[in-house]
């Protein structure tokens, strides 16, 4: 292999923000027609590395060289860098949402005649891109109709106008589903057959052992190490050891269940879609929650999961159609989040930087943002007590930070999300539910909020945690059901589930049988 | 070197609102100065500054209730319209229907409530974007005051000009001052100096690390300063002048609206409903309840301001409050919030309105005309928040944070790194 040409090389790159060096040192040898990937945990510096290469932090502004194409190169922009064919695809797409997909492969880079636009040829060489990336759709449709794997092909089909070498993807797969993230994976593997040389970004480390060459491994800001993956024996166990520095001996915390009495029952839950009022988007489920429990909701990439989860708290998805809630034995009605935060039910979802924080705010206002009324005396907020109360769950929860008068958006994933639980265990609900809990956040803060949802059950809450990773839910959930186009397709007890039985159930469009 | 630090730190890059205060303070004190060179010492003459308060206070007003709309994400556009309408709809009634002047305020205050909830209810209930309700409002409103007056002038009467024109009365021993507002001079230090004590000993309460106490003193020093000063200019007035009625009314607005918005949770909501719609309405806020309310509360403003407005000029007439509008969304701007919503503060946006009265005085008092006052006016909007957005991307703190850097190249950027994987860009604000 090592006689294979380099394609690029980072020498020692050392890049200082005022007050932290996000990088030091950093060393990557890429060579000629390999899929690389690099990993490490959130905040470990490899947006940075990246930003580097691709002249967003434009030459002089670091240390180190970059050797691209076996020459010195100095990018002063990212256009600088295109040029010289490298391009780099974000996880937020940088797409026009109302333009058609021939107008956005061509942002910037249009094809013209006379000064003009020459449509037509944009047309058949984008109808010729969107064959080298599998996609086969009109080029006039909007991007807005189409989902999101194929608006990353588009993404990339935009990198081919650009006659990309090196692509960069950085986390590439993070919003799709099993299907679109396996054809990803197919079209890089096409790429590497064609000499294309890829950089690929990830947290999804079984995706990684499947397709890339070789791994570099980054933390604090340090090159910790490169695997070969054919040669070095490497597995998901050796990339998460170099991540953290350390062996994570099990992937979930030790756990003895208390498991109590039936206190949270959903009957008959039907909810209408908010704009197709035909569409039912919750079709008659049931499901019971008990003290101490954590029960899982399985299901695929729009089988409704959150849609449920959301009618229920206060009704905040959709058009309630039918259905009771019990607590207690008691009948509630939860026509607001407000009704739903009074008798006890709490909702993280799943996407915390769009609907579940305010990333304006500091750590102490979004902890008691979901209850003011608990910190408020004779209508004023009582500060100290605010700041108290965040504190305490800096501490309990070891949220990373100076203190808690710093903004959310300054936190790394992990420690947003731990925000955002502190911000729901403040309003000291009876039943959380949590949507994605651990999606995009890094190994080692995954562990440590399994380990927290464990205490919250442990106190003899309910807990329903509604995730994409089986692995996930089989090892953390007491009690699995499955969701399938709304409806509750099936339910498995911990020590039945494997991902079998349960994708077979999550792929059954027959509703439970009530026992 | 540590020392310059904290004062950065504390004084203009600290996140609690004293801090910003300050800063903001600073900014005016150095445009107070320039002018009073550039004047030849007019601007701080008594006559000069109850002039300025008294011509300043409506717009003032509109700065309180349009900060709140900002922060909502949301413009008004309407409120000179709504102003104007309520002056000619308070004068008129007052002249036909013999309605005592304070019945008249209550009345004013009313018009203004229906129109804000008629305004609130196309914004909160039906989802029409609040500059084409308000630009709608604008029209309307403006063209109500037409209809009714006849485009005629209204006079009011004698009584309902104290909220525009009238001072705080003589009483007391024969000081050479105007007692009255040397008493209220007086209880503003005093407040000043218990608030600093009360935010020291909260911060010792949270544990949390105090400021050094040579900053507190110094901005102590310097707020009561700025106090002494400015009360003794108002109580040694021509006599019978002294601090205006409208500046008091504008005084009481500004304290209880900056304690709402900091201290209570109705005020937090706006804050999240503009910084995030959707996450505050999952955290269980009521959405279109706050949106209601903030554009209500902007109409009542406006009609307080429009009263006042009439009440100084002893009549309404068909032109009132065309421009205010622009004037106050001028003053929020300028006063820190940034166009997105989510961030801004009263206080600010009062340090905005008076530079930008300071301005027109100053410019005024040296002979430019109001063509050119325009010019530079608007060149003043779009390099403060040009300057800001700046400073802002460099990752370094704010206008004045970027002047004292000038004076001290090798001192350390303020420690805000805006790099990581996980960082989001910073809303853009002016001036804190």
Redesign the interface.
């Known amino acids: 292999m090592s006689d294979v040409p380099i394609l690029l090389e980072m020498r020692s790159i050392t890049?200082e923000?005022?007050?932290?060096k996000?990088l030091s040192d950093v060393n990557l040898v890429v060579r000629a027609g390999e899929v690389h990937a690099i990993v490490g945990e959130?905040?470990a510096?490899?947006?940075?590395l990246m930003k580097v290469l691709s002249g967003v932090y434009p030459y002089g502004s670091y240390d180190g060289d970059i050797v691209y194409r076996g020459e010195v190169s100095r990018f002063g922009d990212i256009r600088a860098s295109e040029r010289a064919g490298i391009v780099i695809i974000h996880q937020e797409l940088a797409l026009i949402p109302h333009m058609s997909i021939t107008e956005n492969i061509f942002l910037g880079n249009e094809p013209r005649k006379n000064g003009a636009i020459d449509w037509k040829a944009a047309n058949r060489q984008a109808l010729e891109l969107m064959a080298r990336v599998g996609l086969r759709e009109d080029p006039d449709t909007l991007i807005k109709d189409i989902g999101v794997g194929k608006q990353q092909l588009v993404e990339i089909a935009k990198a081919f106008a650009k006659n990309v070498k090196l692509l960069i993807l950085d986390e590439p797969t993070a919003a799709l589903n099993e299907d679109d993230s396996q054809h990803l994976l197919d079209l890089l593997r096409g790429f590497r057959e064609r000499g294309i040389t890829s950089i690929i970004i990830s947290h999804k480390l079984n995706e990684i052992e499947a397709i890339a060459d070789r791994i570099t491994i980054i933390r604090d800001g340090h090159t910790i190490e490169t695997l070969d993956v054919k040669g070095d024996g490497v597995d998901e166990d050796r990339i998460v050891r170099g991540m953290v520095g350390r062996e994570l001996h099990s992937r979930f915390p030790d756990h003895e269940p208390k498991i109590g009495e039936v206190f949270f029952e959903v009957r008959d839950w039907t909810v209408r879609h908010p704009i197709s009022a035909e569409r039912l988007v919750a079709k008659h489920s049931n499901f019971v929650v008990r003290r101490g429990e954590i029960v899982g909701f399985a299901g695929l990439m729009g089988a409704g999961r959150t849609e449920l989860a959301m009618s229920v708290?206060?009704r905040?998805y959709g058009v309630y159609e039918s259905g009771t809630i019990y607590k207690d034995g008691k009948e509630i009605v939860l026509k607001?989040?407000?009704d739903?935060?009074a008798n006890g039910l709490a909702?993280v979802?799943e996407d915390r930087?769009?609907?579940?924080?305010?990333?304006?705010?500091?750590i102490k206002?979004s902890t008691t943002?979901?209850?003011?009324?608990k910190i408020?005396h004779h209508?004023?907020?009582d500060?100290?007590e605010e700041?108290?109360a965040a504190?305490a769950y800096r501490q309990s929860l070891r949220i990373k930070t100076p203190?808690v008068?710093e903004?959310v958006?300054?936190?790394?994933?992990g420690n947003?999300q731990k925000v955002v639980l502190a911000?729901w265990m403040f309003t000291d609900p009876d039943l959380l539910i949590l949507d994605e809990p651990t999606r995009g956040i890094d190994v080692g803060a995954k562990y440590e909020i399994y380990g927290i949802i464990q205490r919250l059950a442990d106190q003899g809450k309910g807990v329903i945690v509604i995730s994409s990773e089986l692995p996930e839910l089989i090892g953390l959930c007491d009690r699995i059901y499955t969701v399938s186009e709304g409806t509750i397709t099936g339910e498995v007890a911990r020590q039945d589930a494997d991902p079998e039985n349960l994708m077979k159930l999550m792929t059954s469009t027959k509703k439970m049988q009530t026992r | 070197m540590s020392r310059l630090k904290d004062l950065q730190k504390n004084l203009f890059g600290g996140?609690t609102s004293n801090a910003r205060q300050f800063g903001m303070i600073f900014t005016l004190v150095a445009i107070v100065v320039l002018f009073q060179i550039l004047t030849d010492g007019l601007t701080l003459r008594s006559d000069n500054l109850i002039a300025l308060f008294q011509q300043n206070s409506y717009i003032l007003i509109l700065a309180i209730g349009m900060l709140m709309v900002i922060v909502a994400g949301h413009i008004d556009l309407s409120v000179g319209s709504i102003a104007a309408f309520t002056g000619i709809m308070v004068a008129k009634a007052m002249a036909e229907w013999n309605l005592p002047w304070p019945v008249g305020i209550l009345f004013g205050l009313a018009i203004g409530a229906l129109i804000g909830a008629w305004q609130g209810f196309w914004v909160a209930y039906i989802g029409v974007p609040a500059f084409i309700v308000t630009l709608a409002g604008m029209l309307l409103f403006r063209g109500g005051n037409q209809f009714i007056g006849n485009a005629n002038t209204v006079p009011v009467p004698e009584g309902f000009r104290v909220i525009g024109s009238g001072f705080l009365p003589e009483t007391g021993p024969d000081t050479g001052y105007n007692n009255l507002t040397l008493l209220l001079g007086l209880a503003a230090v005093i407040a000043i100096v218990w608030r600093e004590l009360k935010g020291r000993r909260?911060r010792k309460?949270?544990?949390?690390?105090p400021i050094p106490m040579w900053i507190s003193i110094l901005r102590m020093v310097v707020m009561v300063g700025v106090i002494v000063f400015v009360t003794l200019r108002f109580a040694s007035g021509r006599v019978g002048t002294s601090f205006p009625v409208s500046g008091i009314i504008l005084a009481a607005l500004v304290l209880a609206y900056s304690f709402y918005t900091r201290?209570?949770?109705g005020g937090?909501h706006i804050?999240?409903v503009g910084?995030?719609p959707?996450?505050?309405?999952?955290?269980?806020v009521?959405l279109k309840r706050v949106n209601f309310y903030v554009m209500m509360n902007m109409s009542v403003l406006a009609a307080l301001a429009g009263m006042i407005f009439v009440a100084r000029s002893a009549a309404s007439g068909p032109q009132d409050g065309n421009g205010w509008e622009l004037d106050a969304i001028a003053a929020v701007f300028i006063g820190g919030a940034?166009v997105t919503g989510?961030?801004g503060t009263i206080s600010g946006s009062i340090v905005g309105g008076l530079v930008m009265a300071l301005l027109n005085n100053g410019l005024q008092l040296m002979g430019v005309g109001t063509d050119r006052v325009q010019i530079i006016k608007g060149l003043v909007l779009l390099l403060a928040v040009g300057l800001d957005v700046y400073n802002k991307r460099q990752?370094r703190f704010s206008i004045i944070g970027s002047i004292t850097r000038s004076f001290h190249r090798d001192t350390?950027?303020?420690?805000?790194?805006?790099?990581?994987?996980?960082?989001?860009p910073?809303?853009t604000t002016v001036a804190g």
């Open positions: 890049k923000f005022p007050g932290v996000a959130n905040g510096g490899k947006s940075t708290f206060g905040s607001t989040v407000a739903a935060i909702y979802s930087k769009a609907i579940g924080l305010n990333l304006l705010d500091d206002t943002a979901a209850k003011l009324s408020t209508g004023v907020i500060e100290v700041y108290q504190e203190t008068d903004g958006n300054k936190l790394s994933g947003q911000k | 996140t909260t309460e949270m544990n949390a690390e201290n209570t949770a937090r804050y999240a910084g995030n959707r996450a505050a309405e999952l955290s269980g009521k940034a989510g961030i990752g350390p950027a303020v420690p805000t790194p805006s790099s990581g994987a996980e960082r989001e910073a809303k």
